[in-house]
């Protein structure tokens, strides 16, 4: 499956952006779906993931209460809804998919438990 992120840009602290994950290739529909961030000379962290299902999410801590995601399988497409931006945020944002078992509803916290990943797109918050 292909990844394609989108929705980065220029906000102010305190604003919103929503970011879009969008599989092609294959259905999205057995694959889970994560988050991932990068700032310079800092290492990837885990930013957030949904079940294939959609009925399980997780979050770090340090974005718990102001991202949210969702996943519309229909458009195979994964939403990344962050609010209450701060500075902090400012990275280069990473959707990746991996395909799960049909019983299987957990959420993947680590990178390396993705398979696929898509090419980034970039947050910038201006304090």
């Known amino acids: 499956v292909q990844l394609q992120a989108s929705g980065g840009g220029l906000v102010q602290a305190g604003g919103s952006l929503r970011l879009s994950c969008a599989g092609s290739?294959?259905?999205?529909?057995?694959?889970?779906v994560g988050w991932f961030r990068q700032a310079p000379k800092k290492e990837r962290e885990f930013v957030g993931g949904?079940?294939?299902?959609?009925?399980?999410?997780a979050y770090g801590d340090s974005v718990k209460g102001r991202f949210t995601i969702s996943k519309d399988n229909a458009k195979n497409t994964v939403y990344l809804q962050m609010d209450s931006l701060k500075p902090e945020d400012t990275a280069v944002y990473y959707c990746?998919?991996?395909?799960?078992?049909?019983?299987?509803?957990?959420?993947?916290?680590?990178?390396?438990?993705?398979?696929?990943w898509g090419q980034g797109t970039l947050v910038t918050v201006s304090s």
């Open positions: 990746a998919a991996t395909q799960r078992d049909p019983f299987d509803t957990t959420v993947v916290v680590t990178s390396r438990g993705y398979t696929y």
């Open positions: 949904i079940s294939w299902s959609g009925g399980s999410t």
């Open positions: 290739g294959r259905t999205f529909n057995r694959y889970a």
